[in-house]
């Protein structure tokens, strides 16, 4: 529970909106979900004025099938801290060494090829 008792961060995300609105006239997006991470990815859907909710069933590893699906489809430059250098160098290093770049994460070969684990 937060200090004005709200219990869920999705209204919250809509009274913020509301007051971003109100204030300036300007439109935002959210996300909502359990961990910084998901809600960063979230709130990068459904622009200019959109609120995307990722809930808790949906993000956790046995039940996340959701969650993985949607992390899944995102291109590579919408994860944070990937712009457009980081893209275009992606581009022009595979294109000097014959691995895959696939558009999901779980079949990314280079990360797969040089894990450290």
Request: with cysteine; net charge positive; glycine share 6%.
């Given at each position: 529970?937060?200090?004005?008792?709200?219990?869920?961060?999705?209204?919250?995300?809509?009274?913020?909106k509301?007051?971003?609105?109100q204030?300036?006239?300007?439109?935002?997006?959210?996300?909502?979900?359990i961990?910084?991470?998901?809600?960063?990815m979230a709130?990068?859907?459904?622009?200019?004025?959109?609120?995307?909710?990722?809930?808790?069933?949906?993000a956790?590893?046995?039940?996340g099938?959701?969650?993985?699906a949607f992390?899944e489809?995102l291109?590579i430059?919408?994860f944070?801290g990937?712009?457009?250098?980081?893209v275009?160098?992606?581009?022009f290093f595979?294109?000097?060494f014959?691995?895959c770049?696939c558009?999901?994460?779980?079949?990314?070969?280079?990360?797969?090829?040089?894990?450290?684990?």
């Amino acid at each position: 529970m937060n200090r004005q008792n709200i219990p869920y961060a999705s209204t919250i995300a809509r009274h913020i909106k509301t007051a971003i609105f109100q204030e300036t006239k300007l439109t935002a997006t959210a996300g909502v979900s359990i961990n910084k991470f998901l809600a960063k990815m979230a709130s990068g859907e459904n622009k200019p004025n959109g609120l995307t909710v990722i809930l808790p069933e949906d993000a956790m590893p046995k039940a996340g099938a959701r969650a993985i699906a949607f992390v899944e489809q995102l291109p590579i430059e919408k994860f944070h801290g990937i712009g457009d250098n980081t893209v275009q160098l992606s581009i022009f290093f595979f294109s000097l060494f014959p691995l895959c770049l696939c558009g999901s994460l779980k079949n990314l070969t280079l990360i797969k090829s040089f894990s450290l684990n």
